[in-house]
């Protein structure tokens, strides 16, 4: 299967920009633009390194020993691994349903992960682009040029992704490696004074929340013929919902709506995935390419994450998030919003959903409960799916008699939007950079397109030393004619 | 004087072991003011961390750099981030100037090189003789936590 712009028909003679990783250490996302000589784009490419060779390391090993080991998966998400293995390793020890503390533990964990992560990419990551312009000056467009302009945002990011790391390192056991989720439940309550410490700032985290969701919307509204165009492809959207069709990140069953809006498959039991999901395999990436099965890759592939989860749900069951859902919901004027850049408008409706989910547990005291452990007859196989910070994350594992895992795999966000984002490159290919003279501001319109999905570059790994991103620029024979590098 | 030593790293990942197994020897014999902060990556929030510090190093494998180790003093500077998973050093100091609307504390880099980062491998030869070499400069820098001392002390060394 192949797709418009993914495969130039005669690409020797053309001229070829990369923007490419100078590393050997696995990690990075790459872009190959084919250009002819009037400099029109043939062929637009994502590739993106991935988690190659984790499964097979996950082999062999205890049971027990998953949900720590696959956190070495990635330093951003450590969490969402940590707790999509657990869930998926509970029916192993028999645990088809764990106790109350221990789910809303975990949940506690899990929205922490949440609002940590879509405060580091909104304020850190994003604002720069959004805040100054794709082609602001390139001096101006990074984390500085907000704290300049926007001192108080640059503070509330800080401080909202240090409270979500906290209620991590609570429930966790500790911020970087936590242990908190074991198959079966958890091993850790959450005593009272640690409790109270998160009650002190919720309620500044939940108004900060809203104030950003106010920035995306009125970003996104000042702008809306950027905002609603640039990149713009249209897509199923999957993600988990909750039975009732609430918005739920840590559990439910899967839905699938077209790019109509349409639910076109709901109730999707999560041990069925593997039935419903399959992977084509194209030979210029490392990424595999999901699909719904019985749509075929050509009209089965969808996007994941806070776009596809915002509009997925009927509901969200907080009230002020909701209330910004609805807000979002009447922008596409009865149509799914499909525009790339209301990524970060949704993202911040999660993130306020997130800090108010995290109030409300904090008022259950079955977190403050010993009830922690569940345990029933073995079984030998499980399923884990969490809706992780940029979407759908699937575990799934098989534990031979010996308790060793004999079976892995994974699938993971970034791999399910991995058509999407390839279409939004695409896109803006088209769009901006076709017959123009390319100069950084240009290309950074592809990386803000990527961006946009917060992909997870196979991360922790990092070490100083390397090129985060280089621009090579070539002629049709191959010889270099520009340069440029960025980071490391 | 009061120090702050970051070491991050994934200990799954070969040589990006390095600040990891640095960190964990010094939790056994860190002298008295030092504090030690260990993570995968560096991240926006680890600027709380430099927080009443005098002094702050930062360590990490490298690939490409100077062996055994480079130290060297550093600066804040905000470059251009590509993903959100990881900050250079530089980075970090940035963000307490922007945060805090005071310059960081001194720092400096020890960045030890590295040679192979795969999934699941050990230490390489190369990584575990650069260690032995990071060790003892490690040792020189805390045994006199001064930033004019360190500064002493940034002359590159034989492999």
Same mark, same amino acid.
């Given at each position: 299967m192949s797709f418009e712009l993914e495969t130039a028909t005669n690409r020797e003679g053309l001229r070829r920009? %990369?923007?490419?990783?100078?590393?050997?250490?696995?990690?990075?996302?790459?872009?190959?633009?084919?250009?002819?000589? %009037?400099?029109?784009?043939?062929?637009?490419?994502?590739? *993106?390194?991935?988690?190659?060779?984790?499964?097979?390391?996950?082999?062999?090993?205890?049971?027990?020993?998953?949900?720590?080991?696959?956190?070495?998966?990635?330093?951003i998400c450590p969490v969402s691994h940590h707790l999509a293995a657990a869930k998926a390793l509970d029916p192993v020890v028999g645990a088809l349903a764990i106790t109350p503390t221990a789910e809303k533990i975990r949940r506690l964990m899990h929205y922490g992960q949440i609002l940590q992560s879509h405060a580091l990419h909104f304020f850190h990551l994003s604002s720069p682009d +959004? +805040?100054?312009?794709?082609?602001?000056?390139?001096?101006?467009?990074?984390?500085?040029?907000?704290?300049?302009?926007?001192?108080?945002?640059?503070?509330?990011?800080?401080? +909202?992704?240090?409270?979500?790391?906290?209620?991590?390192?609570?429930?966790?056991?500790?911020?970087?490696?936590?242990?908190?989720?074991?198959?079966?439940?958890?091993?850790?309550?959450?005593?009272?004074?640690?409790?109270?410490? +998160?009650?002190?700032?919720?309620?500044?985290? *939940?108004?900060?929340?809203?104030?950003?969701?106010?920035?995306?919307?009125?970003?996104?509204?000042?702008?809306?013929?950027?905002y609603d165009e640039f990149g713009l492809f249209r897509s199923h959207l999957f993600s988990l919902v909750r039975a009732d069709g609430a918005m739920d990140l840590y559990d439910g069953h899967l839905r699938l709506r077209d790019a109509r809006g349409l639910i076109v498959r709901d109730g999707l039991q999560c041990q069925d995935y593997d039935r419903f999901i399959r992977e084509e395999i194209k030979p210029w990436s490392y990424m595999k390419f999901p699909y719904v099965a019985e749509l075929g890759p050509a009209k089965g592939w969808y996007k994941v994450g806070p776009l596809a989860r915002v509009q997925n749900c009927d509901f969200i069951p907080s009230e002020l998030a909701e209330a910004e859902r609805d807000a979002f919901i009447a922008h596409g004027e009865g149509e799914p919003v499909h525009a790339p850049l209301a990524y970060h408008w949704a993202r911040m409706i999660e993130m306020l959903h997130a800090a108010e989910v995290i109030r409300d547990l904090l008022d259950d005291p079955d977190i403050l409960s010993d009830d922690r452990l569940a345990e029933g007859e073995q079984g030998r196989e499980g399923v884990g799916i969490i809706e992780a910070p940029r979407g759908t994350l699937i575990h799934h594992y098989r534990v031979g008699d010996d308790d060793l895992v004999s079976y892995c795999?994974?699938?993971?966000?970034?791999?399910?939007?991995?058509?999407?984002?390839?279409?939004a490159v695409r896109q803006v290919a088209r769009r901006y950079l076709d017959g123009r003279q390319l100069t950084e501001g240009l290309l950074n319109h592809i990386e803000v397109a990527i961006r946009a999905f917060d992909p997870c570059l196979s991360c922790a790994t990092h070490a100083l030393g390397k090129m985060p991103l280089a621009i090579e620029l070539l002629d049709a024979g191959g010889q270099l004619l520009d340069r440029a590098t960025r980071g490391g | 004087m009061s120090v702050v030593v970051f070491a991050v790293g994934n200990p799954s990942r070969g040589d990006d072991a390095l600040g990891p197994l640095l960190i964990a020897e010094l939790e056994a014999r860190a002298p008295p003011g030092v504090h030690l902060v260990g993570d995968f990556q560096l991240q926006i929030e680890h600027a709380l961390d430099l927080e009443g510090h005098a002094l702050a190093l930062f360590i990490d494998a490298g690939t490409g750099t100077p062996a055994p180790f480079e130290f060297r003093e550093t600066t804040p500077h905000a470059g251009r981030p590509v993903s959100s998973h990881a900050l250079p050093p530089e980075a970090v100091l940035q963000v307490y100037a922007d945060i805090r609307g005071t310059p960081p504390p001194p720092a400096f880099v020890l960045c030890v090189r590295g040679e192979e980062f795969g999934l699941g491998e050990s230490l390489s030869a190369a990584a575990r003789h650069n260690l032995a070499a990071a060790r003892n400069h490690l040792a020189a820098c805390l045994a006199c936590p001064d930033a004019a001392h360190w500064r002493s002390l940034r002359a590159p060394l034989a492999a």
């Open positions: 920009v %990369a923007i490419d990783p100078v590393s050997r250490v696995e990690g990075h996302g790459k872009v190959t633009l084919l250009l002819d000589d %009037a400099g029109h784009v043939k062929e637009a490419r994502l590739h *993106i390194v991935e988690f190659r060779g984790f499964e097979k390391f996950i082999q062999g090993r205890p049971y027990w020993e998953v949900p720590v080991m696959v956190q070495r998966l990635c330093g +959004l +805040l100054f312009g794709f082609e602001s000056p390139v001096q101006q467009r990074n984390i500085v040029g907000v704290a300049g302009a926007y001192p108080e945002v640059a503070r509330q990011g800080v401080l +909202l992704r240090k409270f979500g790391q906290e209620v991590i390192r609570i429930t966790a056991g500790k911020r970087v490696h936590g242990t908190g989720a074991i198959p079966g439940g958890v091993n850790k309550s959450v005593s009272p004074a640690e409790r109270d410490s +998160l009650r002190q700032d919720v309620d500044q985290i *939940i108004r900060w929340s809203r104030d950003a969701v106010h920035l995306a919307r009125s970003l996104h509204e000042a702008n809306r013929a950027l795999n994974l699938i993971v966000s970034t791999t399910h939007n991995n058509q999407a984002m390839n279409e | -």
